[in-house]
């Protein structure tokens, strides 16, 4: 399976909806390129005593509409094409929703499961040094995002915050709740899943109490959208990690999985009554509703065809690749797609950030209540346009997300 170049998979869909804006190709051209990037290499002592060199990145797409956001991965593959891409997915998505940020995105070619608590705050911490020019929370924020987590956050703000010389808690968001993160951030993403699903679901007059749900990831997105969809009354039959996944045509106790996953390392076990498959058996399984919500370019034009769901809600950035978009579209398999679909994160993360300038609190009935306006109302948008010009669902949520930001780019104008 040859997998296509993020970055220019993410150019190629601006090229795709420019012909349904009324906006000047050189706006659409700058659009399509990055503000700033960086690539630094972070000497790292590791505990054996030895010196590592470890690459990283920060991507900073737009900053239009507001300072720049997106999270930061720590994975083996992360190369910088594919930050450039995440970041120019993050400007679309917080346009999508309509919150005042532009899109950034990080990452460090590393293996977590292979490093000790120490090495990994020791690269996260140099690497925060490396970058600390460009971030700050009017310029660039962070979040967690593949293998990173709160803690990480948490060595990020306080770094930046001795070398500011007081404490910084906007710099980031998905911190620890000790140290100015938000209640119900953690779960923002795979809830923002489900508000979304449902919300298609009711378009087409599709119930979600008992519908059938496949969640490829079992992580902060999957394994909460599990939680989420699990508790709404659908029946979650099969979900995964990176080794494979459970499968349970009658529902997995998802609570008893999920335990099982966070005390044994690993979905697979004698513990939960299923039989195991692979991820691409996953893919395939006949259900209502599957959930991508791991690593990006899952759904190729080789297994778009093999598809058996009737919806796809995309947790995962860029699970689908341009060719199976296509075929997904010609079966009629209705996509909720990854700027819409994932972005309750990037929500709650503006709403820690707000909190966190403001030196707010704000309590978890106030945050679900903002999180399913702001969703609900982005889903009825990206719905409105999809019918009125006849187009995808994809379509529909660039038509608006590229939009909003080609036109604050030409009020602002290009200086000088």
Known sequence: MTIPNPYKMAKDQVDAVAPHLD??????EKLKYPRRELTVHCP?????????????YRVRHNDTRGPAKGGLRYHPDVDLDEVKALAMWMTWKAAVVNIPYGGAKGGVKCNPPDMSQTELEN?????????APLIGPESDILAPDVYTNPQVMAWIMDTYSMLKGYSVPGVVTGKPLELGGSVGRFEATGKGVLIAVKKACEHLGRPIEGASVAIQGCGNVG?????????SGARVIAISDSKGGL???KGLNIERTLDCKNQYKCLVTEEVDAETITNQELLELECDILIPAALGHQITAENAPKLKCRMLGEGANGPTVPEADEILLDRGIFVVPDILA???GVTVSYFEW?????ELLWTEDEVADRLERIMTTAVAEVLRISRQRNVSMRTAAYI???GRVAKATELRGVYP
């Open 342 to 344: 994932n972005a309750g």
């Open 123 to 131: 690269v996260t911490r140099r690497f925060t040094w490396e970058i």
């Open 44 to 56: 790292v002592k590791m505990d054996d005593g030895t010196l590592r060199i470890f690459k990283g």
């Open 223 to 231: 394994g909460t959208a599990a939680r989420y969809f699990n508790k």
């Open 247 to 249: 499968y349970n045509s």
């Open 400 to 402: 608006l997300g590229v």
């Open 23 to 28: 906006v000047d190709e050189g706006i659409l």
């Open 354 to 358: 707000v909190q966190n300038l403001q």
